[in-house]
């Protein structure tokens, strides 16, 4: 039986270090150089141009993985587009999230005709294949026109929505961690360049967002027998507490914090 080889075989440094600063790179408002210090912090060297080369080499899989693991997209695609500036040069930065706000695609283009809306319908639906029930978009005319030559698309509910009302809530929302990016990055350069790694930033961005909405009831509220006592000794400290500690007793607690989290202001915001 052939052995595969490990996904880092041949790097230097293990593959624990190596996902951090992947995870962190595209997860975060940090930028490479920041990086390097937070590996040096914690006893790694290594240059933040070996991190822009782990990110390039590894941040597609990454984002490959997570969209394979993720839930099923939902029944309704929100599309919208917004002007981005490379190195001068408008170009057209092209996104489908579903109700969730999960992005579907993304696509940088020069153009927002037909031939353009209609190539971006047929990448998400290479990357969705199961058709919505209901597509939400801007009144752009390019839509309605590439989405009636696309057999799959062609009866599906199409829903307009004003762009200066920002009805379509949920795709623009969407643009505003790339704009974040953007100026923490002072701005995009190269176009291939800057579609890599938007296509890694969307789904990587959202890891851990989506682990903390999946996780169970019970997992969120099971506590020690441990951190109930100490809970209970932090609450009696104060007289106003006992009706938190007996909701905390009983572990009905939901929040999503941890034990070092629970201070006096948290008890009395549960009260």
Known sequence: MKKTKSLY???????????????????????????????????????????????????????????????????????????????????????????????????????????????????????????????????LRSYPAAKAEIPELANIKHVFVKASARVNNRAENSHQPTRERERRMRGFRDPDRTQAFLSSFGPIRRITPALRAQATFTACITLSQTARRTLCRMASLHWAYPRSVRFLSKCTFCAHLRLEDLNVTTLCAIV
């Open 9 to 139: 075989h041949g790097h230097r440094f293990p593959a624990t270090v190596i996902s951090h600063a992947v995870r962190w790179y595209f997860r975060f408002q940090l930028s490479l150089r920041d990086i390097e210090e937070l590996l040096f912090e914690r006893g790694v060297i290594v240059s933040y141009e070996t991190i822009r080369r782990w990110c390039d080499k590894f941040g597609a899989g990454f984002a490959h993985r997570v969209k394979a693991a993720r839930r099923k997209p939902g029944s309704t695609w929100h599309l919208d587009e917004v002007f981005v500036t490379l190195r001068g040069e408008p170009y057209l930065l092209w996104r489908a999230v579903d109700q969730h706000g999960a992005e579907l695609d993304i696509l940088l283009q020069k153009h927002r005709d037909k031939a353009a809306a209609k190539y971006f319908f047929k990448r998400v639906l290479a990357a969705c294949p199961d058709a919505p029930r209901r597509i939400v978009t801007d009144q």
